[in-house]
């Protein structure tokens, strides 16, 4: 808990970074400025944001981008279904819901307590909800400036985010077979699918890192002692 503001911040800071790219792509299609806040507010959903991009910027309709950047976001259903273990079930839940994204999956995943859960998934949640729309706005309104974000390797920032998020998780047996099935499966398919599926087929690891784990162990030490007759 110490280290959360800094986490927080760095976490805030790298998806204003992304967000500024983009913000600048959006504009590159010629999104207006709204246009690009509006859809960072509504959608909230990086990876589908830059797949509507890149489908409208390569001659698609924006029909078949939306469809794509749901086909990619898939992947929400588990990390709802892992967010499900601690959010209050009334009505905030559909405020909690627009924040189910990578980054809140990630960073409330490695809390076991229930209550200590839910805060780092609000306090991320929140930092996301800002930091992403601000970001977007910013590469809007300086798109013209930056007409090409990646080759300041601003692209660079989210999956390096991710990785930091992700490494204390390998600390668990299952997490790292299911790490090393996922992105044995998400290289091997990559370039031969649709841009962001690789991420949806990734989740296949978790069956398989299950498999090879088997169930997990009893802990025996929690059990009561039995008592001699």
């Known amino acids: 808990m110490r280290r959360a ?5 760095a976490i805030a800071f790298s998806l204003w970074i992304v967000g500024v790219s983009y913000g600048a792509a959006a504009h590159g299609i010629g ?3 709204w246009q690009v806040l509006l859809m960072a507010c509504v959608v909230l959903a990086g990876s589908s944001e830059f797949v509507f991009v890149s489908v409208v910027a390569g001659g698609g309709l924006p029909v078949v981008g939306a ?3 749901l086909l990619v976001n898939l992947r929400n259903f588990s990390y709802g279904l892992s967010a499900g273990r601690f959010l209050r079930d009334d009505r905030s839940a559909y405020a909690a819901a627009h924040m189910v994204n990578d980054e809140t999956a990630v960073y409330s995943a490695g809390h076991r307590d229930v209550t200590a859960a839910r805060s780092a998934f609000v306090i991320c949640g929140t930092a996301v909800v800002i930091a992403w729309p601000l970001g977007a706005l910013t590469g809007a309104m300086v798109g013209q400036v930056i007409a090409s974000p990646e080759t300041l390797g601003l692209d660079a920032a989210f999956p390096a985010l ?3 998020l992700a490494l204390p998780a390998l600390r668990d047996r299952e997490t790292r077979w299911a790490a090393l099935f996922g992105g044995t499966i998400a290289l091997a398919t990559a370039g031969f699918v649709a841009a962001g599926l690789p991420i ?3 989740l296949f690891g978790i069956p398989l890192g ?3 784990t ?4 009893v ?5 009561p002692e039995s008592v001699p007759s």
């Open 214 to 217: 088997g169930r997990p162990r």
């Open 67 to 69: 469809l794509a950047g």
């Open 210 to 212: 299950l498999m090879v």
């Open 31 to 33: 999104m207006a400025w």
């Open 219 to 223: 802990d025996r030490s929690r059990e």
């Open 162 to 164: 991710l990785i930091a």
């Open 200 to 202: 949806v087929l990734a």
């Open 5 to 9: 503001p800094r986490e927080i911040i």
